[in-house]
C-alpha cells in the first residue's frame, strides 16, 4: 500500500458517488454516463494506492469488470435493467476482488429483487396502468456499500491501533 489515507479518501468518495447515484436513480431513472465514468476512472488510482501489479493484478480488474459488463448486457438486452445501472455494476466490479465483485453482485441481485417485489405490490396496490420503472441504482448502490462498508471500517479502525 502507498498511502492508506489515500485510499480511505478515494473508498470514502466512492461510497458518496454511490449514495448520489442512489438518489438521482430514484429521482430520474437514469444514471449518468459522466458518474459511471468517474466511477471507473477512480479504479486505477485505487490501484495504484494500493500498489496492485499491472499484470496480473489490474489485468484481472479489467476482465473481471469486463465479464460484469458483459453478463449484465444480457439483463439490458432482455429489458431487465437499464444501460447506466449495467455501466455502474461493471465500474464497481473494477474497484473489487473478484471475491467481493461476486458478493456485490449476489447482494445487487437481492437487493433489486426485494425492491422490484416492494415496487410492483405498491404498483398492483395503486392499480396504475403500465409496467412500473425500478431505480436499480438503489440495488447497485446498496450491494457494493454492504461489500464496502467492513473495508473502510477496517481502513479507519487500523488508524487507531
Same mark, same amino acid.
Given at each position: 500500500?502507498?498511502?492508506?489515507?489515500?485510499?480511505a479518501?478515494?473508498l470514502?468518495?466512492?461510497?458518496? !458517488?454511490?449514495?448520489?447515484?442512489?438518489?438521482?436513480?430514484?429521482?430520474?431513472? !437514469? /444514471?449518468? +454516463?459522466?458518474?459511471?465514468?468517474?466511477?471507473?476512472?477512480?479504479?486505477? &488510482?485505487? %490501484?495504484?494506492?494500493?500498489?496492485?501489479? *499491472?499484470f *496480473?493484478? #489490474?489485468? /484481472?480488474?479489467?476482465?473481471a469488470?469486463a465479464?460484469?459488463?458483459?453478463?449484465?448486457? =444480457?439483463a439490458?438486452? !432482455?429489458?431487465?435493467?437499464? @444501460?447506466g445501472?449495467?455501466? &455502474?455494476?461493471?465500474a464497481?466490479?473494477? %474497484?473489487?476482488? *473478484?471475491? +467481493?465483485?461476486?458478493?456485490?453482485?449476489?447482494?445487487?441481485?437481492?437487493?433489486?429483487?426485494?425492491l422490484?417485489v416492494? =415496487?410492483?405490490? #405498491?404498483?398492483?396496490?395503486r392499480?396504475?396502468? @403500465?409496467? *412500473?420503472? =425500478?431505480?436499480?441504482?438503489?440495488?447497485i448502490?446498496?450491494?457494493?456499500?454492504?461489500?464496502?462498508?467492513? =473495508?473502510l471500517?477496517?481502513?479507519?479502525? +487500523?488508524?487507531?491501533?
Amino acid at each position: 500500500m502507498l498511502n492508506g489515507g489515500f485510499t480511505a479518501l478515494l473508498l470514502l468518495a466512492l461510497a458518496a !458517488t454511490l449514495v448520489m447515484a442512489a438518489v438521482i436513480d430514484t429521482r430520474t431513472f !437514469t /444514471i449518468s +454516463n459522466r458518474l459511471t465514468a468517474g466511477v471507473a476512472l477512480g479504479a486505477p &488510482l485505487y %490501484w495504484i494506492s494500493l500498489g496492485v501489479d *499491472p499484470f *496480473p493484478g #489490474m489485468a /484481472i480488474q479489467l476482465a473481471a469488470g469486463a465479464i460484469v459488463f458483459a453478463i449484465l448486457a =444480457i439483463a439490458f438486452h !432482455t429489458g431487465m435493467m437499464g @444501460g447506466g445501472d449495467v455501466k &455502474l455494476a461493471a465500474a464497481l466490479a473494477l %474497484w473489487l476482488s *473478484p471475491a +467481493n465483485t461476486l458478493k456485490f453482485l449476489t447482494l445487487m441481485a437481492i437487493v433489486g429483487g426485494v425492491l422490484t417485489v416492494g =415496487i410492483l405490490i #405498491m404498483h398492483r396496490v395503486r392499480k396504475a396502468a @403500465g409496467r *412500473p420503472k =425500478i431505480p436499480y441504482g438503489v440495488a447497485i448502490a446498496a450491494g457494493a456499500l454492504f461489500v464496502l462498508a467492513p =473495508i473502510l471500517a477496517q481502513r479507519f479502525l +487500523n488508524q487507531f491501533v
